[in-house]
């Protein structure tokens, strides 16, 4: 263990995703890397509670072409498969929409997932008051959904790694809160820090995971591809707030 302050640090746990293992213990090996990119949606009306009238203001709707034009510069030359995830909220269906116009043809666009909704991921810190009502509401779920996505590519049926090695792209559209989580547990770093990084209105995360289990995360909180009239943090404009 390495150590800060006195306080232990966990080394990488290799099997973090679960993988099959062969008849020595070790993880059977794909040749595939995944390519996972996080959006978060754009700005959308905040006035009101109703989830179906929460929908993008003119502001994040250009957000949201700009981050499709984006998206699709990065997967033009994408050698593998490529598929679209959303949340089944309002402002991330609408953002979801707007960028798969930018997407190769060949997409596969995947059923609205409520396990993406946004919530509570875990006990932010710090903080002043107790979230336990809300994270038990909504971890599990989150969990679940990081579970399904977050994972090695399956070795090939014969146990051979793919030769030169190949790549696969999931672009999920969902939340801030659901995406700061994903990064942290991705990364094997304390989830409950999740409220101390910051993801702009359709803002890039890119993570990757070899065929070995390591994981990088490539871009958090990317904005580089919006203007400065265009980076908000909700209702939030620009960088001084």
């Given at each position: 263990l390495l150590s800060q302050r006195g306080k232990?640090?966990?080394m990488w746990d290799w099997h973090w995703d679960k993988p099959a293992l062969d008849s020595g213990g070790r993880a059977a090996?794909?040749?595939?890397t995944r390519h996972i990119i996080l959006i978060r949606h754009g700005q959308y009306d905040e006035?009101?509670?109703?989830?179906?009238?929460?929908?993008l203001t003119p502001l994040g709707r250009r957000q949201a072409a700009a981050t499709g034009k984006r998206v699709g510069d990065l997967l033009a030359g994408a050698s593998g498969p490529v598929r679209l995830h959303v949340s089944t909220m309002a402002r991330a269906r609408e953002t979801a929409s707007i960028i798969e116009q930018h997407l190769p043809e060949a997409v596969e666009v995947l059923p609205a997932n409520s396990a993406l909704a946004e919530g509570y991921p875990a006990q932010p810190i710090p903080h002043k008051t107790s979230a336990a009502d809300k994270v038990a509401r909504d971890s599990?779920?989150?969990e679940g959904a990081f579970a399904a996505l977050f994972h090695r590519a399956p070795p090939a049926a014969d146990g051979e790694a793919v030769a030169g090695g190949g790549h696969e792209y999931d672009v999920v559209v969902c939340h801030a809160n659901v995406i700061r989580y994903f990064?942290?547990?991705a990364l094997q770093l304390p989830p409950e820090a999740w409220l101390r990084l910051a993801t702009f209105n359709c803002s890039l995360t890119y993570l990757v995971i070899s065929p070995h289990g390591g994981v990088s995360l490539?871009?958090?909180g990317d904005v580089g591809h919006l203007s400065m009239d265009e980076v908000t943090f909700s209702m939030q404009h620009g960088f001084e707030w």
């Open positions: 232990p640090y966990p090996r794909g040749g595939t006035k009101h509670r109703e989830d179906r009238l929460r929908v599990p779920r989150i990064a942290l547990r490539r871009a958090l």
